[in-house]
């Protein structure tokens, strides 16, 4: 229960910081990464105010925070859903539990907890009913219509936050909270079944670099479409059994097709690009499933009627995970089964890392440290 806010005394100093337990005292204000307009200016603040938990709310002291290049479109709103503004942006955000609010049932203080994209949901809707809780109308999005991770202090509901095991390396699991959970949901989407093949195509990025380690995991065979010398030796060290590079092939079509013996049987497309979903269409196994992930603003999923129809494929959308994937996901990484392939920097840099996110010089995944 949140316990009544009482000022631990009365000394100017000592009037910054707010007692909202017995057992942690919370700064009322905090630093945090906020843009007031799309495309503008990132600013660090080091004065942004601490959110205070709604009843069915907890308060995280988020130690680290995943950049995922979905937090990249909603600073550009590129997308064709408006954000909040201002925004604190971020919806990797693992941390620790200082404070909870009246209904909160499932969680201690102290507890280790995640904060994803889907930050709340109506749980009584049809979609809601049937664990499709991101097409929930009344979804609350982490970072895009709620202020994220990008931040000391974060709220999520209760309920949908994830729980995550003491001892965890909190760094290590904030990819896990995006990325992880996205790719073993789109893994589980496209059907395919132990000994298939999958392609994987911007597998040397964030979501990537964790698709090939579950598709691995699950008893799949990952072909990762990528580009760069670092990004082929990363997908190969987690699994990838062939890499092929999209920029230095002449028919990439071609050769993936050779590489798996007649086409991967599933694609999963995180590349943030419209040409690698079509070319798949040509080289997907006949009777195969695309996933589409990726979503690069104003893109169009192009298949030939005849195409489609005498290969008999499937083309579908998933988008993120519900609780259930969630709770699968996390455990795949407590069971040592997938690592994040991370580059730890302070919050204040998160401009230069989204300078190179869009560039595409990304390998793995860029965890934020919110002290700095
Ligand atoms: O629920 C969802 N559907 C969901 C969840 C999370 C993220 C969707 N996303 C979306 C993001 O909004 C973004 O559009 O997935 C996309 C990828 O996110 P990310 O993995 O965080 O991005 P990244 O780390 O920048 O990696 C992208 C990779 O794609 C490669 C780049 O080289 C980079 O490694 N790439 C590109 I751009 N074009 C390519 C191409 N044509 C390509 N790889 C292969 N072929
Ligand atoms: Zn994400």
């Known amino acids: 229960m949140l316990r009544t806010i009482s000022r631990l005394a009365s000394s100017p100093a000592r009037r910054n910081f707010i007692r909202l337990n017995s057992t942690f005292v919370v700064p009322r204000t905090q630093k945090a990464i906020v843009f007031e307009k799309n495309n503008g200016p990132l600013l660090y603040k080091t004065d942004w105010p601490v959110p205070t938990p709604a009843a069915d709310e907890i308060l995280v002291n988020v130690k680290y925070s995943g950049v995922c290049h979905t937090d990249l479109h909603a600073w550009h709103g590129d997308w064709p859903l408006p954000t909040k503004l201002p925004l604190v942006g971020g919806h990797e955000g693992a941390g620790v539990v200082v404070a909870r609010g009246s209904a909160v049932t499932n969680f201690e203080l102290g507890d280790y907890a995640g904060i994803k994209w889907l930050n709340g949901s109506c749980l009584s809707c049809e979609f809601c009913l049937k664990g499709?809780?991101?097409?929930?109308?009344?979804?609350?999005?982490?970072?895009?219509?709620?202020?994220?991770?990008?931040?000391e202090y974060a709220t999520a509901k209760a309920i949908h936050a994830a729980k995550i095991p003491k001892q965890t390396d909190?760094?290590?699991?904030?990819?896990?909270?995006?990325?992880g959970i996205t790719v073993y949901k789109a893994l589980k989407t496209s059907t395919?079944?132990?000994?298939?093949?999958?392609?994987i195509t911007g597998a040397g990025g964030g979501l990537g670099s964790l698709a090939i380690q579950y598709a691995k995991a699950m008893g799949l065979r990952p072909i990762a479409i990528d580009t760069g010398a670092a990004k082929a030796e990363l997908c190969k060290s987690l699994g990838a059994e062939v890499f092929i590079d999209f920029k230095a092939t002449s028919d990439l079509s071609a050769e993936i097709k050779q590489a798996t013996h007649g086409g991967p049987h599933a694609v999963i497309h995180v590349a943030v690009s419209e040409a690698a979903i079509e070319v798949s269409t040509d080289y997907v196994r006949p009777t195969g499933t695309i996933v589409l992930v990726g979503m690069p603003a104003g893109a169009v999923a192009r298949s030939s009627v005849f195409n489609h129809v005498v290969k008999a494929i499937d083309i579908k959308g998933s988008y993120v995970g519900n609780r259930e994937d969630t709770v699968e996901a996390l455990d795949f990484f407590s069971r040592g089964l997938v690592s994040s392939p991370i580059n730890i920097v302070g919050l204040s840099e998160l401009a230069s890392v989204y300078e190179k996110m869009e560039k595409g010089e990304i390998v793995g995944r860029f965890v934020l440290d919110t002290t700095c």
Not at 132 to 151: K, M, N, R, V
Not at 192 to 199: F, H
């Open 132 to 151: 499709a809780e991101s097409s929930c109308s009344d979804a609350i999005l982490t970072g895009y219509t709620h202020d994220g991770t990008f931040q």
């Open 170 to 179: 909190l760094a290590q699991i904030a990819p896990i909270l995006c990325a």
């Open 192 to 199: 395919a079944t132990p000994g298939q093949w999958v392609a």
